[in-house]
């Protein structure tokens, strides 16, 4: 059991290190010198796993949990899990990279001059059933631009399938196992800002 576990932390750190942002527009060494921003959410026109649409997605898993009475438990916590646990992960490990407060990121910042948007475009909840188990996966899309003016987008990129999964196995929530893609996302998009955009 202990080298199963051994195995798959190799397997998702190396795919992990793998993963890198896509640059789209602009530059991340436009981020040099801003240490605040105001932080956005975007879940519009989500894709869910193998579905075309997230209402795929939610209508198949409601059938299942129809006869337990849980359908709607989960619908309802598949919506609240944004708020929950995916953003405040991605704040806590974004802002956790810089110890000093010399660069912060929050939700409803009015004074900030700069706005990160972060835009998930699918989502794989993965799953733990004991003996197999499967990472979460994101797609998402980072753009930067000024809070007063959007169109001047100082920079966006893409990345793919940026995983997500408890310690030690222990990730059997749906929502948990997410949370943890938000963390490794910004944890990279904070990376990033570090070697890049400072050098």
């Given at each position: ?24 527009e ?8 801003i ?6 959410f ?29 359908a ?32 912060v ?52 990129a ?12 222990f990730?059997?929530?749906?929502g ?24």
């Amino acid at each position: 059991m202990k080298f199963k576990i051994l195995v798959f932390t190799l397997f998702f750190s190396f795919a992990s290190f793998g993963q890198k942002f896509k640059l789209i527009e602009g530059d991340v060494k436009n981020l040099k010198g801003i240490t605040s921003y105001n932080l956005l959410f975007d879940y519009q026109n989500l894709m869910v796993d193998k579905f075309d649409t997230e209402e795929e997605f939610l209508e198949e898993k409601m059938k299942k949990r129809d006869e337990k009475g849980t359908a709607e438990e989960f619908k309802a916590s598949w919506f609240s899990d944004r708020e929950a646990r995916y953003e405040p992960k991605f704040i806590e490990s974004f802002n956790k990279r810089f110890e000093d407060n010399e660069i912060v990121v929050s939700k409803n910042n009015t004074t900030s001059k700069y706005t990160i948007l972060v835009k998930t475009k699918w989502i794989n909840p993965g799953y733990n059933v004991g003996v197999m188990r499967q990472p979460s996966k994101i797609n998402a899309d980072i753009t930067v631009f000024e809070t007063a003016n959007p169109e001047n987008i100082l920079y966006k990129a893409s990345i793919d399938k940026v995983l997500g999964n408890g310690a030690a196995g222990f990730d059997y929530n749906s929502g948990y196992r997410i949370s943890e893609s938000y963390a490794l996302l910004a944890k990279k998009f904070a990376n990033d800002v570090v070697k890049k955009a400072n050098k």
